[in-house]
């Protein structure tokens, strides 16, 4: 195959599967600036191999974004620095007593869990991924992955129960 | 609600990717090919080169890079879409447009802002980012304390230099290499970056502008982002020493 041709490939599988790139992205790093930054570098990873990716370029592609959003997790640049503004006033002047929305209550517990648990439950119940798969990706056990799971979806649930009342049913 | 729609619901506040986001990301993509095949032969991708006393390192420009090439299927060369670049940004907003990282953008954004603010001029002087980021608020006036933080990655530098337009603007490791010795900068400004605290569609954070005798200033920021751009919410300076 030619350079064009891959180019050309390449960028189809972009056009066409960057959007749920993306979201899988959000979901592990829980952070939109983050995620986009997560994303361009799995995929110039993944161009820079893709002569070599024979069947599932997806599959390849979100094994690199979970490894890239593990990588930049533990980047000491990403790590939050609280004490740079504390005193800003954070309020949005448009609305500064404003309700919490439960959209925001979410985002904060996902931003809140762990690496591994938001990885974990990500995988399993967003993707799709079976206990074993999942913990391929993640370089640690099946019965990691269950606990790691488990702990982290009860944490969306509460957040989700006390933003709205509602309770979370715990089937897929 | 089961998990999965609770998941999704999550993921409906991802960003969406712009039609022309495949275009960009290829771009980018032939240019690392492109650095890592120079790398392969032998060729330095980076330009070392003394600055004043002291060495600084310089950062690629995107002139190292390789020749714009046309996107796959298109007819005619001439209808090559340009990544888009920020060479006229306003002042107070900087699109995010997938070619460079959204992280170096913001950063872009801010010194851009604080060196116009500073100084309409300040931007044709040669402008010296640390490299490493504030451990804490940047408040010390001391620059060379300032720089015990960790290190930009050198993609966010290479892009932080690409869209402040390259020339002039130099990443150092050790500030008091462009220091005469008096402490005076030599023939610039040397900037260090606060760690941006990055809130949902908000950025804070702080920065000095700082030029040895001359005095030092400090600066903190506000910036907000919708799908495209990072836009200046305030930008203001807190303290001039």
Redesign the interface.
């Known amino acids: 195959m030619s350079e064009?041709?891959r180019?050309?490939?390449?960028?189809?599988f972009?056009?066409e599967r960057?959007?749920p790139l993306?979201?899988l992205?959000?979901?592990l790093s829980a952070?939109?600036?983050?995620?986009?930054?997560v994303l361009?570098?799995a995929?110039?990873r993944a161009?820079?191999r893709w002569g070599r990716i024979s069947s599932n370029p997806e599959a390849y592609v979100r094994r690199v974004v979970v490894t890239v959003a593990a990588d930049e997790r533990r980047?000491?640049?990403r790590?939050?620095?609280?004490?740079?503004?504390q005193d800003?006033d954070?309020a949005d002047p448009a609305d500064p007593f404003g309700a919490v929305e439960v959209?925001?209550r979410?985002?904060d517990a996902?931003r809140s869990l762990p690496p591994g648990q938001r990885a974990a439950?990500?995988l399993r119940?967003?993707v799709g991924l079976e206990p074993a798969e999942a913990a391929e990706l993640m370089g640690c056990s099946a019965e990691n992955v269950r606990s790691q799971t488990a702990r982290g979806?009860d944490k969306?649930?509460a957040a989700?129960a006390a933003a709205t009342g509602?309770s979370?049913?715990?089937?897929? | 609600?089961?998990?999965?729609d609770?998941?999704?619901?999550?993921?409906a506040?991802?960003?969406?990717?712009r039609p022309e986001?495949?275009?960009q990301?290829?771009a980018?993509?032939?240019r690392?090919?492109h650095n890592?095949r120079l790398a392969g032969m032998g060729a330095v991708a980076g330009t070392l080169a003394a600055v004043a006393v002291g060495v600084a390192v310089v950062v690629p420009t995107a002139d190292s890079g390789p020749p714009p090439?046309p996107?796959?299927?298109a007819t005619t060369p001439t209808a090559t879409p340009e990544p888009t670049k920020n060479t006229e940004p306003t002042k107070n907003t900087m699109s995010?447009d997938?070619t460079h990282?959204?992280?170096a953008v913001?950063y872009a954004l801010v010194i851009k802002n604080v060196a116009s603010y500073r100084n309409s001029d300040a931007l044709r002087l040669p402008l010296y980012l640390l490299d490493r980021?504030?451990a804490?608020?940047p408040v010390a006036v001391q620059v060379e304390r300032q720089c015990s933080?960790?290190?930009?990655?050198k993609?966010v530098r290479t892009d932080i230099v690409d869209l402040l337009g390259g020339s002039g603007v130099v990443f150092v490791t050790d500030p008091t290499s462009v220091m005469d010795h008096n402490r005076t900068v030599i023939d610039g400004v040397i900037v260090a970056i606060?760690?941006?605290?990055?809130?949902?569609?908000?950025?804070?954070?702080?920065m000095t502008v700082y030029r040895g005798l001359l005095g030092a200033e400090g600066w903190?920021y506000?910036l907000r982002?919708d799908s495209e751009n990072w836009t200046v919410v305030n930008v203001g300076s807190n303290w001039i020493s």
């Open positions: 064009d041709d180019d050309h490939e390449f960028h189809r972009v056009s960057s959007g993306l979201r992205a959000y979901l952070d939109r600036a983050a995620a986009e930054d361009q570098t995929l110039v161009y820079l980047r000491p640049y790590r939050r620095e609280v004490s740079a503004a800003i954070h959209s925001q979410l985002r996902l439950v990500v119940h967003w979806l969306l649930r989700y509602e979370v049913d715990s089937g897929r | 609600m089961n998990d999965h609770l998941l999704e619901r999550l993921a506040d991802a960003p969406a990717p986001y495949a275009t990301v290829l980018r993509a032939r690392a090919r890592r090439l996107p796959p299927g995010i997938g990282s959204a992280t913001m980021t504030c804490k608020a933080g960790p290190t930009l990655p993609a606060g760690p941006a605290r990055v809130e949902g569609e908000n950025a804070y954070g702080r903190s506000w982002r």
